[in-house]
């Protein structure tokens, strides 16, 4: 059985820094691309990075290029999501996802494993 479980979210000041993590279990991991996703309230989902599986090439929606940076360790079995300058804008609920035939696609990937989320609040 496949699980994501994601940490680390929280509630902190516009400019501030914060990590994200993400479990995961059930796969073979280091040959996986991983990606991050969020969601605000009434809006879409929509992409926020993303990660290969194998020379870990990565890919960022503009709006968090050059603030957020997506990493990974095969030996833990996670992907992270640093998250650095926070605006109010990036509050959001934020997803981990695993096992993408597309990741390169961005916000047009599909995943097959996603996790139950992670609250990131962002004040003014």
């Known amino acids: 059985q496949v699980q994501l479980v994601e940490s680390g979210g929280g509630l902190v000041m516009a400019g501030a820094s914060l990590g994200l993590s993400c479990l995961v279990s059930?796969?073979?991991?280091?040959?996986?691309?991983l990606g991050w996703f969020r969601q605000a309230p009434g809006k879409e989902r929509e992409f926020v990075a993303s990660?290969?599986?194998?020379?870990?090439?990565?890919l960022y929606a503009d709006v968090v290029k050059g603030r957020f940076t997506i990493s990974r360790d095969n030996a833990e079995n996670s992907v992270f999501l640093q998250m650095n300058d926070l605006r109010p804008e990036d509050t959001a609920v934020y997803y981990c996802?695993?096992?993408?035939?597309?990741?390169?696609?961005?916000?047009?990937?599909?995943?097959?494993?996603w996790g139950q989320g992670t609250q990131v609040t962002v004040s003014s």
């Open positions: 996802a695993a096992q993408s035939p597309n990741w390169y696609r961005g916000a047009g990937a599909t995943y097959d494993y």
């Open positions: 059930g796969l073979t991991f280091r040959r996986k691309a």
């Open positions: 990660i290969s599986g194998g020379d870990g090439g990565t």
